[in-house]
């Protein structure tokens, strides 16, 4: 295993540094083919999950992780159709345990691994309702130290994820729709969530900004994947309590550089904003 670890960190070295084309061209083939293997499964998985620093001493271990997390997505993505009960429930915990260790960063190799988790649950249909699953497992990064930012980033890519059809061509159009039905359900716990971390208080004026930033870009992914669902904003005011529907309306309303556009109904608000 370690070996293969090795032999995987070489070419993402090469592939990142070295300054002949031909080399660059020559390591890309090996871990293009690399990734159609089964053993890059347990690899990728293994870098994510390792509590020690990578044996690498010239390669970077961001650059190594952050293949191996593209490793997995593109896997899940691929053959997670394919994977047995068993071994999806081990990558989950994987992935869950991956999110803990990045919880504080690089922040671009969190979004991978919860890219990752996202396209792994539409592959958990055996446990009837997945991201409930999902949802009651992330409860357990909450406890941990900077736990909420792997949440948020999690919550923030994963009605993306559902809503992508060019990502995976195994689900149909009405396992979509069960799945955003599902979404809608667990609605007012993300609505709840995102009213918590509203009312965190930073010294640091810095940090209030980015906090904002990050629930404001969380709950524009969950009001624009969902838009295309029927009456979803009146489920959402029908399971929804009174300073939750406010607070909603607030982040909208006071979205900054933000074009709003207001039905003429007045059921709902659509929202065009830069995630970036």
């Known amino acids: 295993m370690e070996e ?9 070295h090469v592939l990142n540094h070295d300054a002949q084309s031909c080399n660059r061209v020559a390591a890309n083939q090996w871990l293009v083919q690399f990734q159609q293997t089964d053993a890059a499964w347990e690899v990728a998985t293994s870098i994510l999950t390792s509590a020690h620093h990578l044996p690498f001493v010239f390669v970077s271990d961001f650059e190594v992780e952050f293949f191996a997390a593209q490793i997995l997505k593109r896997k899940i993505q691929n053959e997670g159709y394919y994977l047995q009960l068993a071994a999806k429930d081990a990558l989950l915990n994987s992935l869950l345990v991956a999110a803990k260790k990045f919880t504080s960063g690089p922040p671009q190799l969190l979004t991978q691994i919860c890219l990752a988790l ?11 309702k997945p991201i409930g699953k999902l949802l009651y497992s992330l409860q357990s990064l909450q ?8 949440v948020l980033e999690m919550l923030t890519v994963l009605p993306e994820v559902v809503d992508d059809k060019t990502t995976d061509c195994n689900l149909g159009s009405a396992m979509r729709c069960e799945y955003d039905r ?4 667990h609605t007012p716990l993300v609505l709840e969530f995102l009213l918590q971390q509203s009312e965190k208080r930073f010294d640091d004026g ?18 624009y994947n969902l838009l295309p669902c029927l009456d979803w904003y009146l489920d959402i005011c029908a399971n929804t309590c009174y300073s939750l529907k406010v607070f909603w309306l607030y982040l909208l ?3 900054s550089g933000s074009s709003w556009v ?3 109904d007045s059921t709902w608000l659509i929202g065009n904003a830069s995630t970036s």
């Open 4 to 12: 293969l670890q090795i032999k995987v960190a070489q070419a993402v």
């Open 118 to 128: 996202s396209a792994l649950i539409l592959h958990v249909v055996e446990h009837g």
């Open 143 to 150: 406890s941990q130290d900077d736990g909420d930012i792997a």
């Open 182 to 185: 599902e979404l809608l359900l």
């Open 206 to 223: 810095i940090q209030l900004h980015e906090n904002s930033r990050k629930i404001l870009r969380c709950l524009l992914s969950w009001v």
């Open 253 to 255: 309303l006071s979205c």
């Open 262 to 264: 207001l039905l003429k």
